[in-house]
């Protein structure tokens, strides 16, 4: 309930039917939600006056728009050009294996989220992840397993 | 402003403003598109339609180009050629190669370019999207696998019909035609009227078929499967057996039909006339009573699907007759049934119409009684043509036949049903009668004819000025129901279709009908109107018999039973 009523301040504040507020509204949305869910969607809809088809287009169009929540550890993945040389490709696909899903999701019990981001900008520490603000460098597909069984344990 | 250009080394007179494919056209220059839809604005999405222009040495696209003094354009020169294949060729590197077993081959834009580019190998391989087939809906089909991306769909939907249901989602190599989150069309804010289908190029968009069902049902000795076919079908059929568009093959329908085993064949129009007959009773007495006016048409089921979306607020203003294709359905299943004495259960009813939503409607719990529904299957006029081809009928061959008694007698006023305005002219035709006790001099009411998307005329009929308006597209109606939101009062009556000329124009019709084809269609209605004496609904002898032994008059409590309906708010992802 808390969640819908959040949903209903936000849109609020942007004046009705003005579609250029589509984007604004959308970031302001994921900012206090984390995400955007069907529900808020369609609210923006009916507040904007602009089909909801329209708005899944453009916010499935942004890589910045997330459509499931994040888990408790938010893990990105670095695939920039540094990362990419050093083998973040396996390191991908071990994250992937080990916390079988795919980049871009939640997993069930809610614990991990994965993102692939383009660069992080630390190409000293490739290949690096990010487990919500915490760096860890130099990872690899043997040490992947050890960073998540320790969050899995915290 | 007009200047001088260069097309293919010879000077043509250009207009300012315009696009160098519209300076191509009007000069007889063809160069093939794909993303472009006449009348809208042009996309470039597709890149098919370059040329090259000379003075600059690029090579741009025609559609969205406008012409500029001193353009030497190239339309078919080698490199022109050569990359308008390699487009093609790009297009086919993830398209699935099932042309032999497409509901569009040969009848495909994307298989005629390559043909005519002649792609005869698979230069470019690129990963196939998985996409999967949506079968959700009623009424149509959509196979994402077979897009091309041209977003044709997509601008109809948005611009002609004001619905927006589907839209391009994702981004780049991911891009896909979709709906609201990507779910089925069931829960999105689809019509069904398939003006989607009528745009496509290739077959990534379909009718839901109903052929399966309807092969079963005429194996099946135990019943007796009976058929109706809506006005518009006898002037639309033609062209699918390379007729003359527009010719009126009624008589060789009739036949064709009972030659696959249909053991009755109806005209929807019979119908259409009752249609008219409650209608305008029912015009009648809103006008008399003063209340829930304009009184709104119901025969479109995409318009009224798309008031219970969107225009909820209107619902009482809509007339309660079901459609032409639900009243025969209804009727067949008691009227009929009674007089063959048979029981409505062993009655397969069939239905062909121009029409993509008349699948949804024969669906509709509305239109069940006792379990047992009016309509039990609908072919659109591509599907019945295909029935034919499929017995090895030679239409042309036949000789004219007339449709069943006793609902086979039609006025040309229900016949009018095919076209944008029809209804309206119908309608006015007979209510002037039941109002003033005189038949309309002429019948023919001008102003409610022709494509213009609204058209409006004022009658003074028993001393009422009576307002009417005749809208088809739906983004024209969205317009006009706003205008009476804003507190428009001098309309009694409107006539709605969704899709744009009527059903002429309906998204069951043959596909690739350029404009000239529909107004052959239409003249083709209006000749008949013209050639033939029963004028009005009110005098069709079997429509008063109807009433004389069956329905007793417009209105009654039989036909509330039978002929009528009620709508209902529906909430949809819109």
Redesign the interface.
Known sequence: MDLIQNIDTIIEKYPKSERPNLIPLLQDLQEHQGFLS?EA??KV?KHLAV???????VA???NQFKFEPSGKYHIKVCRGTACHVLGSSTVLVELEKQLKIKAGSTSRDKMFSLEVVACIGACGLAPVISVNDTFHAKVSAASIKEIIESYKNM | MNFNIEINNKTVEAVQGETILDTLKRNGVKVPTLCHLKGMLPTGACRICIVENETTGKLIPSCSQPVETGMKILTHSPRVNESRKTIIELLLSNHPDDCLYCVRNKNCELQDLAETYQVRERRIRGKKNKHHLDLSGTSIVRDPAKCILCERCVRVC?EVMG?????????GSNSVV?????KGLNT??CINCGQCIMVCPTGALSEKSHFPELIEALKDKKKKVVVQYAPSITVSLAEEFNMKPGEDINGLLNAALRKIGFDNVFDTTFTADLTIMEESAELIQRITENKNLPLITSCCPGWVKYAEEFADDFIPNISSCKSPQQMMGAVIKSYFAQQINTKPEEIYSVSIMPCTAKKFEMQRVEMNRNGINDVDAVLTTREISKLFKLFGIDIKSLEPETADSPMGIRSTAGKLFANTGGVMEAALRTAHFKLTGKELVNFKIPQVRGLDGIKEAKMTIAGIEVGVAVVSGLANAQKLLQEIRNGRKDLHFIEIMACPGGCISGGGQPINSDESILRSRIKAIYAIDHRESIKVSHKNPEIIEIYQNFLEKPLSHKSHELLHTHYEKRDV??
């Open positions: 069907e969607m369609v809809g089909p909801v088809s329209n708005i899944y287009g499935t169009f942004y | 948005d619905v927006s249901a589907i839209e391009i989602l994702y981004r979709g709906t609201a989150f990507n999105s804010s992802l819109k």
